[in-house]
T-cell receptor, first 115, second 113 residues
Framework: AQKVTQAQTEISVVEKEDVTLDCVYETRDTTYYLFWYKQPPSGELVFLIRRNSFDEQNEISGRYSWNFQKSTSSFNFTITASQVVDSAVYFCALSEATGRRALTFGSGTRLQVQP | DVKVTQSSRYLVKRTGEKVFLECVQDMDHENMFWYRQDPGLGLRLIYFSYDVKMKEKGDIPEGYSVSREKKERFSLILESASTNQTSMYLC????????????FGQGTRLTVV
């Protein structure tokens, strides 16, 4: 069965600090997809990134970067020079290609960025 | 832009009532999902559907049912609401091909009193 673990329940940083959100997953499929979503205080889930299991290249988008390592089953998310607007709950999720098409979510990490 | 619209943002219902949560998407997506979100538990899958009139149980289907009579609409039904069903309910839709990301509605916060 697939499973996603976000061990960090809550992280608090001061603006301009770098912060890394951890995500560890379990799956028996060789083909799968990993996702990160952001949930700001307004409540709506915002898609950030999708990565398939065959693409281990790290990705950078502005202040955001993602580190995918199949050897450790991890898909970590780093925010560089954090800002107050980054305050939100962040979810990591997994979807198996051969199983059900639904996303399995981790429990989320609440990030608070203090001014 | 893909839009997933849930009929209510906030609902208050009484124990034992039959409750309908409606969700409509406008992008012709095959897949639709219902999740509930509770603090510390993340999002948990209740039911999902890959096609009209088709439904599959998710991880926590007890106490819920669903209906998908049209491709764009996916309804979640609480047959007899109970206080432990007080939660945030999120609807999502996605395309089958390439397992693209799921798009979410704004959520319905249901309180059962």
């Amino acid at each position: 069965a697939q499973k996603v673990t976000q061990a960090q329940t809550e992280i608090s940083v001061v603006e301009k600090e770098d912060v890394t959100l951890d995500c560890v997953y379990e799956t028996r499929d060789t083909t799968y997809y990993l996702f990160w979503y952001k949930q700001p205080p307004s409540g709506e889930l915002v898609f950030l990134i999708r990565r398939n299991s065959f693409d281990e290249q790290n990705e950078i988008s502005g202040r955001y970067s993602w580190n995918f390592q199949k050897s450790t089953s991890s898909f970590n998310f780093t925010i560089t020079a954090s800002q107050v607007v980054d305050s939100a709950v962040y979810f990591c999720a997994l979807s198996e290609a051969t199983g059900r098409r639904a996303l399995t979510f981790g429990s989320g990490t609440r990030l608070q960025v203090q001014p | 832009d893909v839009k997933v619209t849930q009929s209510s943002r906030y609902l208050v219902k009484r124990t034992g009532e039959k409750v309908f949560l409606e969700c409509v998407q406008d992008m012709d997506h095959e897949n639709m999902f219902w999740y509930r979100q509770d603090p510390g538990l993340g999002l948990r899958l209740i039911y999902f559907s890959y096609d009209v009139k088709m439904k599959e149980k998710g991880d926590i289907p007890e106490g819920y049912s669903v209906s998908r009579e049209k491709k764009e609409r996916f309804s979640l039904i609480l047959e007899s609401a109970s206080t432990n069903q007080t939660s945030m309910y999120l609807c999502a839709s996605s395309h089958t091909r390439e397992l693209t990301e799921a798009f979410f509605g704004q959520g319905t916060r249901l309180t059962v009193v």
